[in-house]
């Protein structure tokens, strides 16, 4: 498994709350579900199931949150990666209506978790789609007019050219989309919370403690370096970094490596002007630059990385993507750079199903897992304890299969990366 956490600065680390310390699994434990992997799925999966009456142990590899639940840009979106109309177009009109008014309820139950469990995470409201070329201007105007039509959503609002000037300082872009329902947190103080509230409802978590091999019959045995659980049911939520356990559906997901820097405290009147909005910024390109200011006024400005090395701070390329969008920021220092995986289908659409009769997994969420793990979450819980219609309209999705070879997954990784800028550029 890549380990991103001790070879980069990250950001949320240095601000996250007091953590919880959850021990090492040592003994045999039994309980009705196990669950691999305690980031925003696997702890929101073994919260519906505690809520539902239902007893949990959670393996974590290292600890609470070490995924990309505590390293991504917090970024909360409406929807789903390709946008509704392509969405569409993949699913059929009958299964794009459910899959959009799951996107709603995730948001909702998100909202609600945070409020619910009082999870201080620094939440604020609206994201803003941010396009650098009148032609990705008007993909986002028949997108809000197909969700305004199909789907009656009302939060979508026009940002003309004047008014992004206002908004953003550069010149980089042209317009955009504002979300007022989107939004964006410090993940790693939410999936702490998520901990926090899962061991309050009973669950047994277990940090430092891999999962290594799985016995399926005729329960479950999943056994670790030093202990075992078994379970009537298994939940695997390890999404791009389940990695060393070879019983993932693997074949349709594509481990992406996305970076994030966090620059020093611009000051209050700085970042006002760099960014005269609340709301989170994602341009419209394929490997999407993506960006907020945080609460101590630090620019997190992040981007699909593809360098093959390690860079340094001041030399990187997120940096120097930051300063194609803000070139008046060439003066201030970069504090922190860290990266991390995410997991991504072709369609960009998640993947979630049953892999046999009591091993579920949901994986694949491709850049928008935030919002989705919590309504995907729910259905895991909803799928365990009988209700298959939610995990059944997702295990409709038609993915494309990747390659298992890494040999492979890189040549189509960049091919597909390639194919996608020269249709951005044009
Ligand atoms: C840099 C970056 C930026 C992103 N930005 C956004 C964004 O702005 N908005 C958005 O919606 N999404 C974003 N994402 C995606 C989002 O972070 C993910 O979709 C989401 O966190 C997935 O959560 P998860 O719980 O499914 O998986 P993860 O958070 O990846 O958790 C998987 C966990 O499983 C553990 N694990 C793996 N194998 C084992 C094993 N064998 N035994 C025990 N434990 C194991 C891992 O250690 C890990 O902690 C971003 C991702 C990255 C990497």
Excluded at 224 to 234: C, D, K, M, R, Y
Excluded at 267 to 274: W, Y
Aim: proline share 4%; hydrophobic share 40%.
């Amino acid at each position: 498994m890549p380990n991103f956490l001790t070879n980069s600065l990250n950001y949320y680390e240095d601000t996250a709350h007091k953590r919880l310390e959850f021990p090492v699994l040592k003994t045999l434990v039994s309980v009705d579900v196990c669950v691999i992997g305690a980031g925003f799925t696997g702890l929101g999966t073994a919260l519906e199931l505690a809520d539902r009456g239902l007893s949990v142990a959670v393996l974590e590899a290292k600890t609470v949150g070490y995924g990309a639940s505590g390293r991504n840009g917090g970024q909360i979106a409406s929807g789903y990666a390709p946008g509704m109309m392509e969405t569409e177009q993949i699913v059929g009109l009958d299964d794009a209506r459910k899959l959009w008014d799951f996107s709603e309820q995730a948001k909702e139950i998100l909202f609600g978790r945070i409020a619910k469990y009082n999870i201080d995470c620094d939440l604020r409201s609206g994201e803003l789609y941010a396009a650098p070329k009148k032609s990705h201007l008007r993909w986002l105007e028949a997108e809000k007019a197909f969700c305004e039509d199909r789907y009656g959503y009302e939060s979508y609002r026009w940002v003309n050219q004047e008014k992004m000037r206002v908004l953003l300082a550069g010149e980089r872009y042209v317009g955009g989309l504002l979300d007022k329902e989107g939004g964006h947190l410090h993940p790693l103080n939410y999936v702490l919370g998520l901990a926090k509230a899962a061991k309050k409802a009973g669950v047994q978590i277990f940090e430092n403690s891999a999962a290594l091999s799985i016995d399926e019959k005729p329960k479950v045995l999943v056994s670790t370096e030093n202990g075992s659980v078994s379970a009537g049911a298994l939940v695997l939520a390890g999404n791009a970094y389940l990695d060393t356990l070879e019983v993932g559906s693997h074949n349709k997901i594509l481990p992406v490596k996305s970076s994030i820097l966090a620059t020093g405290p611009l000051g209050e009147e700085r970042a006002k002007f760099i960014m005269a909005t609340e709301a989170c910024v994602a341009d419209t390109y394929f490997d999407l630059d993506y960006f907020k200011m945080t609460p101590d006024t630090r620019l997190i400005y992040g981007g699909q990385d593809i360098s093959f090395g390690s860079s340094g701070l001041q030399n990187n390329s997120i940096r120097r993507n930051m300063l194609k969008t803000f070139p008046m920021l060439a003066d201030v220092k970069v504090q922190y750079l860290w990266s991390g995986l995410l997991a991504a289908t072709r369609q960009r659409l998640p993947d979630v199903g049953r892999k046999t009769n009591n091993i579920y997994y949901a994986h694949g969420y491709s850049g928008q897992g935030v919002p989705l793990s919590a309504i995907i979450s729910r259905i895991l819980a909803e799928a365990i304890c009988g209700e298959m219609a939610g995990i059944d309209i997702f295990g409709r999705i038609p993915h494309k299969i990747i390659p298992k070879s890494k040999a492979l997954q890189i040549p189509l990784f960049y091919l597909t990366l390639l194919w996608q800028k020269i249709k951005d550029r044009l």
